[in-house]
Each structure stands twice: as structure tokens, then as C-alpha cells.
């Protein structure tokens, strides 16, 4: 009897597997930046809804998260992204035909009632309490995340725009390295956690997190899509360990000022298209665009279709 | 003939199934060295930051597992001996680390000691910070680690008669004496073989060490951080660096477990 169990347990187990691996059709697997996690929560609970979809979600720095599809080839039926400008640099076209710009956001400072000088901090002294000894300043990893060379964009255009010579570099040095994480939402979790007195963050977390934050003006925040330019002018170096190559030199990537857009797109060997398409149009439409604000994220008015418009946009 | 059938079948059975679990083990550590070993040990002569994550994750690892050797061999002994009130609750709660994600250890660690936390502040005082620093390191691979080492220790230590420290104390010795002569000595090899695997665990350690500590990274850290900046072809290196490393305490377990002359003479 035993080499029989043994034998019907075999198969039993490799059909176990192959339920969980093959998503049946009415699935809809979301790759979204840490930051949209709790932005499209909502959207995601009102679209499994409708349709009786089954939703996994998979979050991660937008790096990373391209990454998945790149090397991993873990693709899923939609990847929406903080920083737009990933697509055309990782994506489009192998592995992305189009994508739609659907969100904006800004950069600001954060802190909580718990934050050394809380009760001082205004848009007059930030650069003085960040530069005091005194203070925990954290910010996301620029080689990964993208509000991680954000903030330092944000930095280099605090500099012109307040006219202060070095104040990018010594803004960039109150913060050590064990002080820079991961990704804005991990960033988010080490200030409720009181880890941290002051974090550079996206507007949209900070707000859903509850946190207190300092709009910064419109010139230095990232979140005017009418001064592209403007904050091109600013412009980032970033390493990164170029392990790749095998000999462990350092690369180094520019990176310049541009406002700060999501990105949702569809990957070209998703296993469930349309629905992906169908979700999309759903974050698109007026009602999506609702939810997204009630989530604090500045939905645009007008999303905007970037890439393929052959191909079966929503 | 039926039976014959039976024991032959029994026997293919036994023999597909060892070697099915054997090839899910080893294939992806072969295939992984296959396309990258070499590449990862010419990275070791070249890459900085490489050799710095791997001497802080073997030297944070070792005084962690010295520390838990000078803590938990104590309580091992008194598990053993059951000397201790409530044994079965201090058993669950050296097991319960093990049983809890990683991640979660992290968070609770971050809760216990961070520096919204009494302790924290305390610790905070003389220096100490649990996040962005080597003692974050140290806190994860010992609460993820050490429960290995008591569990291992304890067993080593309830093999050694607990009659020969009887005879030590009629002998003058006194309880500590006994045991520091009698018990550890003959225990040395089961307690070493704990260290060590507690060692190879602390080294191994992602989830709760990245909720604490991104910089300064460990080699763990270091492999997935290489992913998400370089790729796969950046990270495959790395990760056949670390498999090869893993053979170090692997090979040291083997010559621990091989039976001594000592132990032959002994049986013989």
C-alpha cells in the first residue's frame, strides 16, 4: 500500500503546484511602485468587484520592479510605476508598446509631532533645521528608488532657486548612509517609527501616512508639469557598483530634473491583457481619477498615452 | 513473487524520490555556480564592496554567535538538566523566533529597541542605534540564530551523563566545576557543531537584518541591492560568491561529525 500512497502523492503534488502557478483567466497580476500601494487600493478592491477578478499585487521600487520583467521575465498584467521616464529608458519598446501618464506628485518634507524642532519647522528655516546637527534626516537610495535622486534633484534646484552655493552638498550629507533606505514607503515606516526626525518624501505618502509636511514651492517640488525645463536644469550623478562587468568599478548614471509622473502600462507578454487593459481604464477613467485623489494622489486631468498608439491602448 | 515485486517497487520508489529531492536541493546552487562562479571569484579580488559586506557579515556573525555561546550555553545546560521552571514555556519561546517571518522579527525588534522605545532611548544614550548601524545587524542575526545554538546545545549537553557530574561533586567539585570539567568537555563537539550552524544561519540572515539596516549592508543585502541596481547578470556573481562561502561551515560540520579516534577507541 505505501508504494501506491507514494506514487498517487507524487502527482497529486505536481497538480497542487501547477494550480498555483497557472493564474486562470480572470486573474490580474499589478506590479506597482511601493508609493501607488495605497493609492490603488481602492481602484484594485472596486475592480475585483465588478468583474470577479482574482487581484495579486506585487510592489517594489520602480527599478526593481522593471527588473522583474527585464531579468526575471516575471511579467504581469500591469506595471504602474512612480517615475515614468523608467519606460522609455528599461521598458519600451521590448517589453512595454505603451504606457498612459497618469498622476503627478511632489517632493516635501515630512515629520511627525515626535520630530526634534517640529513646533519651528516653516518654509523659512527647513534648510536650517535639516543642516543642524541636532536632527535625523532620512531619504530614499537615489541608485534605486526613484524619490531617492529626487530629493536630490530637489536639493540642487533648493539651491538655485534659494541662491545658496554648496547648500545641495551639505543637504546631501546630513544624511549618512544607515539614514538611506530602500524605498519612500520603507523611508515612511522608519519616520512612524520614530526612527527618523525629517524624511524627503513623496507628497502623496507623506499625506497618507498623516504625517506633517512643508509644500516646498513649485520651482524646487518636481510636481509642476509645466516647468519641465525648469527643472531640467538640475541634474544628478548617481552610482552604482558595476558588478556586472565583473571587475567592481563604479558606473555612474545622470540623472536631471523632470516633473515627477506616473506610469501604467500593460507589458507585452502579459498573460491577461485585457484585463489589464481593463484596469487601466478604470484608473483612467473620471471615477478612478476620483479614488486616486481621495487617496491623495494628484490624478491629472487629462491622462496622456505615450508610446504605440497602434497597439490596444484602453 | 508479489512480495518481490512489492520490494522492488518500494525500492525504485525510495531511491526516485532521495534522488528528486536531492536534484530540487542541488540544481539550482550547481546551475547558479555553473553560470557565475568564476566570475564571482575573479569579483572577490576586485570588488571593495563586496569583501567589505562579507568581513562584516562574518565578523558581526561570529562575535554574535560568541555572545550567544557565552549566554546560551548556561541556559542549554539547564534546559538539559531540567533545571529550570516551566521548560516546555522557555522551549516555545527559543522555538518561537524560528517560526516567525523574518520580516515580523525585524518590526519587533524596531518596536522593542528603536529609538521611539524606552530601551531604545536608553540605548540611544550610551550611543547605541538600532537602525543604519551594526548593532541593527548584530540584534537580527542573534535573535534569528541563537535559538538554533540553545536547541543544538541542549541536545549536545543531555548526551553527556548527568551521572558523571554527580560523581565530580563527590568529589569535591562544585556544580559549576563539575560541569566546566565534566559536562562542556565532553559536550565540545555537539556545542561546536551548534555554533557553527548558528553562525552559517546569522551569516544567511535578509529579512529582519533589511527592516533594521540597509547601509551598512551585509553580504545578503548587498546580493539582493545588486539585482535591483544592476540585474540578474549583476547579482548572479555575488549570490555564487556566497553559495561557495556557505561550503566553509558545511565542510566544518562534516569534520565535526565524523567520529574522532578518540570516539572509535571509546566504542571499541
Known amino acids: 500500500m505505501r508504494p501506491v500512497f507514494v506514487t498517487m502523492l507524487l502527482p497529486l503534488l505536481i497538480v497542487a503546484c501547477r494550480g498555483g502557478s497557472s493564474a486562470p483567466a480572470d486573474t490580474l497580476v499589478v506590479s506597482e511602485a511601493a508609493s501607488l500601494s495605497t493609492p490603488f487600493r481602492a481602484i484594485l478592491d472596486t475592480f475585483a468587484r465588478r468583474t470577479g477578478a482574482v487581484v495579486q499585487v506585487e510592489n517594489g521600487a520602480s527599478l526593481e520592479l522593471a527588473r522583474r ?14 517615475d515614468e521616464e523608467v519606460f522609455p529608458e528599461r521598458l519600451v519598446p521590448a517589453h512595454v508598446r505603451w504606457y498612459a501618464r497618469f498622476a503627478r506628485n511632489r517632493m516635501v518634507i515630512a515629520w511627525t509631532d515626535r520630530s526634534r524642532h517640529a513646533e519651528d519647522m516653516d518654509s523659512t528655516r527647513w534648510r536650517e533645521i535639516l543642516l543642524s546637527g541636532d536632527v535625523i534626516v532620512g531619504r530614499p537610495d537615489p541608485r534605486v528608488a526613484p524619490a531617492g535622486y529626487r530629493a536630490l534633484l530637489m536639493y540642487e534646484l533648493a539651491e538655485q532657486y534659494y541662491g ?89 548614471s545622470e540623472r536631471r530634473g523632470a516633473p515627477i509622473l506616473y506610469g501604467v502600462g500593460v507589458p507585452n507578454a502579459a498573460r491577461h491583457p485585457e484585463m489589464g487593459r481593463r484596469f487601466i481604464a478604470l484608473v483612467l477613467s473620471e471615477e478612478g481619477r476620483r479614488m486616486l485623489r481621495a487617496a491623495k494622489v494628484d490624478a491629472l486631468a487629462v491622462p496622456e498615452i505615450v508610446g504605440d498608439s497602434t497597439s490596444r491602448a484602453p | 513473487m508479489t512480495r518481490r515485486r512489492t520490494h522492488v517497487m518500494a525500492t525504485v520508489l525510495t531511491i526516485g524520490a532521495s534522488c528528486l529531492l536531492l536534484a530540487l536541493l542541488l540544481w539550482p546552487m550547481v546551475a547558479l555556480q555553473w ?90 544614550s550610551i550611543g547605541v542605534a538600532l537602525t543604519g548601524s551594526r548593532w541593527g545587524i548584530a540584534a537580527a542575526m542573534l535573535v534569528v540564530s541563537a535559538p538554533l545554538y540553545v536547541s543544538a546545545a541542549r541536545e549536545a549537553i543531555s548526551r553527556v551523563d548527568p551521572r558523571q557530574e554527580m560523581v565530580a561533586r563527590t568529589l ?22 551548534a555554533g557553527i550552524v548558528m553562525w552559517a544561519r546569522a551569516v544567511s540572515e535578509f529579512g529582519a537584518i533589511v527592516i533594521l539596516t540597509y547601509n551598512p549592508r551585509v553580504a545578503s543585502v548587498l546580493s539582493y541591492d545588486r539585482f535591483t541596481t544592476n540585474g540578474l547578470d549583476g547579482a548572479l556573481p555575488v549570490a555564487a560568491v556566497l553559495v561557495l562561502l556557505a561550503l566553509v561551515p558545511l565542510a566544518l560540520l562534516r569534520g565535526l561529525r565524523a567520529p574522532s579516534s578518540a570516539d572509535a577507541d571509546a566504542n571499541a
Open chain 1, 69 to 82: 520583467i527585464t531579468d526575471l521575465h516575471r511579467v504581469p498584467d500591469v506595471i504602474a510605476l512612480a
Open chain 1, 164 to 252: 545658496e552655493p554648496e547648500l545641495a552638498a551639505r543637504l546631501a550629507a546630513r544624511t549618512p548612509p544607515g539614514n538611506v533606505r530602500g524605498s519612500a514607503t520603507e523611508l515612511a515606516a522608519l519616520l512612524a517609527a520614530g526612527e527618523m526626525d525629517y524624511i524627503v518624501e513623496y507628497e502623496s505618502v507623506a499625506r497618507a501616512q498623516g504625517f506633517r509636511f512643508l509644500s516646498l514651492p513649485a520651482a524646487i517640488d518636481l510636481g509642476d508639469p509645466g516647468r519641465g525645463a525648469e527643472y531640467a536644469r538640475a541634474v544628478v550623478r548617481v552610482g552604482r557598483s558595476d558588478s556586472a562587468s565583473g571587475v567592481g568599478t563604479d558606473s555612474i
Open chain 2, 172 to 193: 569535591g567539585d562544585s556544580m559549576s566545576r563539575a560541569v566546566w570539567r565534566v559536562t562542556l568537555p565532553q559536550a565540545r563537539r555537539g556545542l561546536l557543531a
Open chain 2, 35 to 124: 553560470r557565475a562562479g568564476l566570475t564571482g571569484v575573479r569579483l572577490l579580488a576586485s570588488d571593495a564592496e563586496l569583501r567589505s559586506a562579507l568581513a562584516l557579515t562574518a565578523s558581526t556573525a561570529t562575535i554574535v554567535t560568541l555572545v550567544t555561546v557565552l549566554l546560551g550555553t548556561p541556559l542549554a545546560w539547564l534546559l538539559a538538566r531540567n533545571r529550570i521552571p516551566a521548560p516546555a514555556l522557555v522551549n516555545a519561546a527559543l522555538e518561537l523566533p524560528l517560526l516567525v517571518p523574518h520580516p515580523v522579527v525585524g518590526i519587533a525588534l524596531l518596536l522593542a529597541f528603536g529609538r521611539a522605545s524606552a530601551a531604545g532611548q536608553a540605548l540611544a
